[in-house]
């Protein structure tokens, strides 16, 4: 641990869930839970036909709160695993939790059965009383899957595998991830992939190398693992009658699959943006050639000075204050009150997030962070997510509050624009003004067009799984390599060493078709940006009111009140020609003056 960073400290206080896993409290709300679910059972089950308009409310208000007391114990097990999953009690408990849900789902799936069955013109009749209007969005999206539902015995089936089907492949995954030690000093996954920013381009190199060498020992594992998601998901797909492989996620995301091709279709078509960025990057850098291990290369005159935890606090705060008391406020109890878990740690999981819990307690944030500019950015990121959450769960309840990952992610990426904006307002210098456009530049890259390109690659592995079989570790190599390389273009050299590297993203198994929406959120924030700067203040009150709406309506109808069609291609578009005119000033201030290495 880098002592300049000052974060031995930012450890989260789990103890609003539980005091560790042998807290008596949580054996009793196991057993409270049980008790729950089987008066629920013998309450409705096939009584949902009969439900008159105060019947269904009180039947979806007991639901949710079984959901929440779940909820509950299946936050603390995860978040007590996610910094110590060489622990085997940990990873014990949380196995246990597991099989607690699949359970819970079996005794519980019946009357998402009977809700989705019931007739239209019955349904609808309920929708529309004032009682259900809580409710009404929640009920909707539950109707939607009526066409890849099973029936309840089949559905009781895949409910009480599940702890030994998808969710042991995932934890396996972690757990050699977050426990492998990386290179000759034995460093963790975080701390070889920080040095891919450090200015020493041997030092590039070789943590490019060291990771590679890594996830190679592993690759015979990690793609069975992966050959195994794949499979999985096929199947389940078949048995769904799912149509794509990215329709579940469609389904859940609560988009049309117009909207994910006009989104997919635009950034691709703009791939001569980055394919610009990094040639310009060349010239800055002095290089014949520009590699994969120095994409993320600080410019010759970069500070790369450590930014500690205290001072990255104040960077962030005043950002968000700038914008909304409010958000300042709610970002200060993450800090205050250790809802934060900061340092790196053997068998800590890798990257970032923020894990919503329950509306009866507060979101918990979880981060690697390193001290440099890109770290501040993620904690804005995390940060915006948790105000989301947190802001959601008072307003709209458990069932509401859990928001489609394209709406987090719009969250997510405007607290990071926020301190991005404040960062540039106070640069005097010209050099200074080039290193945050770069790095913003940088930023946006790898939430749009990465993604989109990671898209691809997932895209890619699941039609050859279905059309061709299971993938070798070398065919994995090579559709990441393809992908990778139509959105860089002649402008980066990809080595041997990059080929290998999808195979420590966790997103591919953990949630699969999620990563489009990163490009969606940056792409939708671009554009309420734009709204914030013509509208000022009236703009606060109309974006905190969509923050606080969680999951209440479609993405559609949320963003509707600031004038966005999320089919239209034209839309995305518009975020992407930000993004242009960011690269064009970053032309122009390097262009009639080149800065060479």
Request: glycine share 6%.
């Amino acid at each position: 641990m880098d002592e300049r960073l000052k974060t031995e400290g930012i450890i989260w206080n789990l103890t609003d869930l539980y005091q560790g896993i042998e807290d008596p409290r949580i054996e009793g709300d196991i057993e409270r839970l049980g008790q729950g679910i089987s008066n629920f059972s013998k309450e409705y089950r096939g009584k949902v036909k009969d439900f008159d308009p105060k019947g269904l409310f009180t039947a979806v208000c007991e639901l949710e709160e079984l959901n929440q007391l779940l909820g509950k114990i299946e936050s603390f097990a995860f978040l007590n695993y996610s910094t110590r999953s060489q622990d085997a009690k940990a990873g014990a408990f949380l196995q246990k939790v597991h099989e607690l849900e699949s359970e819970f789902q079996r005794d519980i799936v019946f009357f998402n059965l009977e809700w989705a069955n019931l007739d239209n013109e019955t349904s609808e009749k309920l929708l529309h009383a004032p009682e259900i209007e809580k409710y009404r969005h929640f009920l909707n999206v539950l109707k939607k899957y009526r066409p890849h539902q099973l029936s309840e015995t089949e559905e009781r089936v895949l409910a009480e595998k599940e702890p030994a089907g998808l969710s042991s492949w995932t934890k396996l995954f972690d757990k050699i991830i977050s426990q492998k030690k990386f290179g000759e000093r034995g460093r963790v996954e975080e701390e070889v992939l920080a040095d891919l920013y450090n200015s020493n381009r041997e030092v590039r190199k070789k943590a490019s190398e060291e990771l590679t060498a890594g996830l190679s020992e592993y690759s015979h594992i990690l793609t069975h693992i992966f050959n195994t998601i794949l499979t999985d998901h096929m199947i389940t797909d078949r048995l769904r009658k799912y149509p794509e492989w990215i329709s579940s996620r469609n389904l859940s995301n609560e988009v049309d699959e117009k909207t994910v091709n006009a989104l997919n279709n635009a950034v691709r078509s703009r791939y001569d943006i980055p394919v610009r960025y990094y040639k310009l990057k060349k010239k800055m850098l002095g290089y014949n050639e520009l590699f994969d291990y120095d994409r993320y290369a600080p410019l010759p005159f970069s500070s790369e000075r450590v930014v500690p935890w205290e001072e990255c606090r104040e960077i962030v705060l005043a950002a968000f204050g700038d914008f909304s008391k409010e958000m300042k406020n709610i970002a200060s109890m993450f800090f205050d009150k250790h809802w934060m878990h900061a340092p790196l740690m053997l068998g800590k999981m890798g990257g970032a997030f923020s894990h919503p819990c329950i509306p009866d307690v507060h979101p918990y944030i979880m981060l690697n962070y390193t001290g440099n500019i890109r770290d501040v950015q993620t904690v804005a990121h995390e940060l915006g997510h948790g105000i989301h959450q947190y802001l959601a769960a008072k307003k709209q309840g458990y069932f509401n509050s859990q928001t489609p990952p394209t709406m987090a992610e719009t969250a997510s990426v405007f607290g990071e624009m926020l301190v991005f904006k404040k960062q540039l307002k106070g640069t005097p210098q010209i050099e200074e003004e080039i290193s945050l456009l770069c790095s913003k530049l940088e930023a946006m890259f790898a939430t749009v067009f990465r993604q989109i390109s990671m898209y691809l690659f997932e895209d890619a592995i699941h039609r050859e799984r279905r059309n061709v079989g299971e993938l070798s570790n070398e065919k994995f190599n090579e559709l990441w390599t393809k992908t990778q390389k139509e959105m860089f273009g002649d402008s980066v050299t990809l080595t041997e060493n990059y080929s290998i590297w999808w195979s420590y993203i966790p997103h591919f198994l953990h949630a699969r078709g999620y990563v489009y929406a990163y490009a969606f959120g940056e792409l939708l924030t671009l554009s309420l940006y734009k709204s914030y700067e013509r509208e000022g203040n009236e703009f606060i009150p109309k974006y905190i009111s969509l923050l606080s709406s969680g999951g209440k309506a479609s993405p559609a109808n949320l963003v509707k009140p600031f004038g966005v069609e999320l089919d239209d291609p034209h839309f995305w578009l518009e975020g992407l020609t930000i993004m242009d005119e960011m690269l064009s000033r970053l032309e122009e201030l390097t262009t009639p003056n080149p800065i060479n290495a």
